[in-house]
C-alpha cells in the first residue's frame, strides 16, 4: 500500500524549532513530489514546502521562507521539515502530501496521496 505517516508535531514556545518527518511505504520516493501543507481553525489549506521528485528543485511559501527547510533522505524513505523561529501563527495541522513525477508546487491539485497529519502549537 502507498501510505505516508506524519510524526514530530507537539507544544513548542515562540522560537523554538520543530522537526516533522513524512515516512513513505509502498513506493519509489525518489519518483514522487513531496509537499508540507497546513490547516489552522477557520482557514484554508495552505501549501509551505514542497521537493520535487528526485528533489531537484524546492519552493517555500513566503510565510515561512528562511525558516523552514524541506529536505529528503531516499535510503529512509523519509521526507523532514525543519521549522526554526516557530512563531504562534505557525500553529496548525501538518500534511504531507505526495504526488507522482511531480514539481514543487504548492498547489494540492499537484498531490494525490495524503497523510493523516500531526499538530504543532506554537504559544507560550
Known amino acids: 500500500q502507498l501510505q505516508l505517516v506524519e510524526s514530530g508535531g507537539g507544544l513548542v514556545q515562540p522560537g523554538g524549532s520543530l522537526r516533522l518527518s513524512c515516512v513513505a511505504s509502498?513506493?519509489?520516493?525518489?519518483?514522487?513530489?513531496i509537499g508540507w501543507f497546513r490547516q489552522a481553525p477557520g482557514k484554508e489549506r495552505e501549501g509551505v514546502s514542497s521537493s520535487s521528485s528526485l528533489g531537484r528543485t524546492t519552493t517555500y511559501a513566503d510565510s515561512v521562507k528562511g525558516r523552514f527547510t524541506i529536505s529528503r533522505d531516499n535510503a529512509k524513505t523519509t521526507v523532514y521539515l525543519q521549522m526554526n523561529s516557530l512563531k504562534p501563527e505557525d500553529t496548525a495541522v501538518y500534511y504531507c502530501a505526495a504526488g507522482r513525477w511531480g514539481s514543487a508546487t504548492l498547489n494540492s491539485a499537484g498531490y494525490n496521496k495524503w497523510g493523516q497529519g500531526t499538530q504543532v502549537t506554537v504559544s507560550s
Open positions: 509502498g513506493f519509489t520516493l525518489e519518483y514522487y513530489a
